[in-house]
């Protein structure tokens, strides 16, 4: 198998013919299988038998983009706005001047204070529960270090379909099977979340506010819902990822803490910009300890550097997280407004960027890269989810949301409304 003879796919002899055809004790078999089949290499689908597993994607969502030729308006990155970003300099210059008064050194805290301090308080504020604290290199490194924290290969995971396409690449990369939940304007459906546990997933993402594609945020009422069904798996992982923190004038109604292994995870990248990739994560004492020992052996830590000049940025208020909401607010209630009234039925009710149901998502995007706008085409963000394109308004302007909103529908065509469920 190590050498490729066989294909993904292939059907494995069974166990006893196997070990009559070597000549060694069926147990000897069995053991290998198990052991296979652990590491992710092999899946057994019961009296159907055993087949070679396909090879974990690593990038199998990132060719699934528009290239954008020149003088394309690009609405399909995911960004945010650049001049909504705070400036850098100051807090940074702060940050290396007490370093090099008190230089950090091998053996010193992993976390800084004053970062854990404002974190702390932040999240005690949004009624998230009380639990040590680790800082990451950003949501996604924190989700697939809570799940190598608890689970192992063959493992299900239940991911928002449509979702975060780097979530959806990222499961099946770490040898764990994902299983879809449809998602509506307010968060992942309660029924897909309680089949999905029932059929044996084993942990559920959950993004709380401006969800990637859709923006759905979750409601009061979809949280205690939430919460309900998870009460009767208490042994499900629960991460939730707070990514939007600081671009959102939704509140927050976190779901943590229903079971017995969880983590909350909030990141800056949204807020301050990309490149700091750092986040804070909480969560029960046994998955953070894990976390920390696991980064203990890699990396070590998060530069402190680093974690002071976002101190000094939260410190000082440096977003203002109002402003920063309501302008990414009115820019999508804008855009799907204007789809509104030309018949096209759009969703976005936090963040970035609003979710379009299409009935032919390659043409759609085809036409509308004709038209002049290049779009997100909505396979980067699904599993049986129905086709769709993802449009970014971080930088769109008043003037051009009328042009767009009409290349949509011309691109649609007269259609139904449609849901993404």
Same mark, same amino acid.
């Given at each position: 198998?190590?050498?490729? $003879?066989?294909?993904?796919?292939?059907?494995?002899?069974?166990?006893?013919?196997?070990?009559?055809?070597? /000549?060694?004790?069926?147990?000897?078999?069995?053991?290998? %299988?198990?052991?296979?089949?652990?590491?992710?290499?092999?899946?057994?689908? =019961?009296?159907?038998?055993?087949?070679?597993?396909?090879?974990?994607?690593?990038?199998?969502? $990132? &060719?699934?983009?528009?290239?954008?030729?020149?003088?394309?308006?690009?609405?399909?990155?995911?960004?945010?706005?650049?001049?909504?970003?705070?400036?850098?300099?100051?807090?940074?210059? !702060?940050?290396?001047?007490?370093?090099?008064?008190?230089?950090?050194? %091998?053996?010193?805290?992993?976390?800084?204070?004053?970062?854990?301090?404002?974190?702390?308080?932040?999240?005690?504020?949004?009624?998230?529960?009380?639990?040590?604290?680790?800082?990451?290199?950003?949501?996604?490194?924190?989700?697939?270090?809570?799940?190598?924290?608890?689970?192992?290969?063959?493992?299900?995971?239940?991911?928002?379909?449509?979702?975060?396409?780097?979530?959806?690449?990222?499961?099946?990369?770490?040898?764990?099977?994902?299983?879809?939940?449809?998602?509506?304007? !307010?968060?992942?459906?309660?029924?897909?979340?309680?089949?999905?546990?029932?059929? =044996?997933?084993?942990?559920?993402?959950?993004?709380?506010?401006?969800?990637?594609?859709?923006?759905?945020?979750?409601?009061?009422?979809?949280?205690?819902?939430?919460?309900?069904?998870?009460?009767?798996?208490?042994?499900?992982?629960?991460?939730?990822?707070? &990514?939007? &923190?600081?671009?959102?004038?939704?509140?927050? &109604?976190?779901?943590? *803490?229903?079971?017995?292994?969880?983590?909350?995870?909030?990141?800056?990248?949204?807020?301050?910009?990309?490149?700091?990739?750092?986040?804070?994560?909480? *969560?029960?004492?046994?998955?953070?300890?894990?976390?920390?020992?696991?980064?203990?052996? *890699?990396?070590?830590?998060?530069?402190?550097?680093?974690?002071?000049?976002?101190?000094?940025?939260?410190?000082?208020?440096?977003?203002?997280?109002?402003?920063?909401?309501?302008? %990414?607010?009115?820019?999508?209630?804008?855009?799907?407004?204007?789809?509104?009234?030309?018949?096209?039925?759009?969703?976005?009710?936090?963040?970035?960027?609003?979710?379009?149901?299409?009935? $032919? !998502?390659?043409?759609?995007?085809?036409?509308?890269?004709?038209? =002049?706008?290049?779009?997100?085409? /909505?396979?980067?963000?699904?599993?049986?989810?129905?086709?769709?394109?993802?449009?970014?308004?971080?930088?769109?302007?008043?003037?051009?949301? =009328?042009?767009?909103? $009409?290349?949509?529908?011309?691109?649609?065509?007269?259609?139904?409304?449609?849901? %993404?469920?």
């Amino acid at each position: 198998m190590g050498a490729g $003879d066989l294909e993904p796919g292939q059907l494995l002899p069974p166990m006893r013919e196997l070990a009559v055809e070597l /000549g060694v004790n069926p147990n000897t078999v069995a053991a290998a %299988y198990r052991t296979l089949r652990e590491r992710g290499v092999i899946e057994t689908a =019961g009296r159907r038998g055993s087949r070679v597993r396909s090879a974990p994607a690593t990038t199998g969502r $990132d &060719h699934i983009r528009v290239d954008v030729p020149e003088g394309v308006r690009d609405v399909s990155s995911g960004n945010p706005d650049p001049a909504l970003l705070p400036p850098l300099a100051r807090a940074f210059t !702060e940050a290396t001047a007490q370093v090099d008064l008190e230089p950090v050194l %091998y053996g010193d805290v992993a976390v800084e204070p004053e970062l854990a301090r404002i974190a702390r308080a932040g999240l005690n504020a949004a009624g998230v529960p009380d639990g040590p604290l680790a800082v990451v290199s950003g949501s996604l490194d924190a989700v697939e270090r809570v799940l190598l924290a608890h689970l192992k290969p063959g493992d299900a995971v239940a991911v928002e379909d449509p979702g975060w396409g780097r979530t959806l690449d990222l499961v099946p990369a770490l040898g764990l099977r994902t299983v879809p939940v449809g998602v509506d304007d !307010e968060g992942p459906l309660p029924e897909g979340v309680r089949a999905a546990l029932e059929a =044996g997933a084993r942990a559920l993402i959950v993004t709380d506010r401006a969800q990637n594609p859709t923006g759905a945020a979750v409601s009061a009422a979809r949280a205690g819902a939430l919460r309900a069904v998870l009460r009767e798996h208490p042994g499900t992982l629960l991460i939730e990822d707070d &990514h939007a &923190h600081g671009i959102v004038d939704v509140p927050l &109604h976190p779901l943590a *803490g229903v079971t017995r292994h969880w983590a909350f995870v909030r990141s800056v990248a949204k807020a301050y910009g990309p490149d700091l990739r750092l986040a804070v994560l909480t *969560g029960d004492t046994v998955t953070v300890d894990r976390v920390r020992g696991r980064q203990r052996l *890699g990396p070590g830590w998060v530069s402190r550097i680093l974690q002071r000049a976002v101190a000094r940025l939260w410190a000082d208020g440096a977003v203002d997280a109002r402003a920063v909401a309501a302008a %990414y607010g009115e820019r999508r209630d804008a855009l799907i407004g204007a789809l509104a009234e030309r018949g096209v039925t759009a969703h976005g009710r936090s963040g970035m960027n609003v979710w379009v149901p299409v009935p $032919d !998502e390659t043409g759609a995007v085809a036409r509308l890269l004709h038209a =002049g706008w290049a779009v997100a085409p /909505g396979a980067r963000f699904r599993l049986s989810a129905p086709p769709g394109i993802r449009i970014t308004v971080s930088t769109l302007a008043p003037k051009e949301t =009328g042009p767009l909103a $009409d290349a949509v529908a011309a691109a649609l065509g007269p259609a139904p409304a449609r849901s %993404y469920v």
